[in-house]
């Protein structure tokens, strides 16, 4: 089992900037995909961001709306998965999820994820 625990999340006002973590423990994968996705109410459940770990080296992935914006990051010491996000806006707003996988194919698929943290919100005023 994987346990993973967002943090980070809050209110900012547009433009500004914050950025989430997802501390995992448990079960260890030499090879893994790390995502971010969020939901906004009444919406589905969307891809945000993946990083693709094989051997020593990673591969960030971005949903279209967040590249430039967006940075997914990882402190391999501390088993923690980061999401910079810069220049928010209010319709960045919903519950962000980690979410893990063993898997490495289909990085923008939720189904595609076994491990999930609980959720964090971010709120973004105009």
């Known amino acids: 089992q994987v346990q993973l625990v967002e943090s980070g999340g809050g209110l900012v006002q547009a433009g500004g900037s914050l950025r989430l973590s997802c501390a995992a423990s448990?079960?260890?994968?030499?090879?893994?995909?790390t995502g971010w996705f969020r939901q906004a109410p009444g919406k589905e459940r969307e891809f945000v961001a993946a990083?693709?770990?094989?051997?020593?080296?990673?591969?960030?992935y971005y949903r279209d709306s967040g590249k430039g914006r967006f940075t997914i990051s990882r402190d391999k010491a501390k088993n923690t998965v980061y999401l910079q996000m810069n220049s928010l806006k209010p319709e960045d707003t919903a519950v962000y999820y980690c979410?893990?996988?063993?898997?490495?194919?289909?990085?923008?698929?939720?189904?595609?994820?076994?491990?999930w943290g609980q959720g964090i919100q971010v709120t973004v005023s105009s």
């Open positions: 448990g079960r260890t994968f030499s090879s893994y995909k």
């Open positions: 990083i693709v770990w094989i051997g020593g080296g990673g591969r960030p």
């Open positions: 979410a893990a996988d063993s898997s490495l194919r289909l990085v923008d698929t939720p189904d595609e994820y076994a491990y």
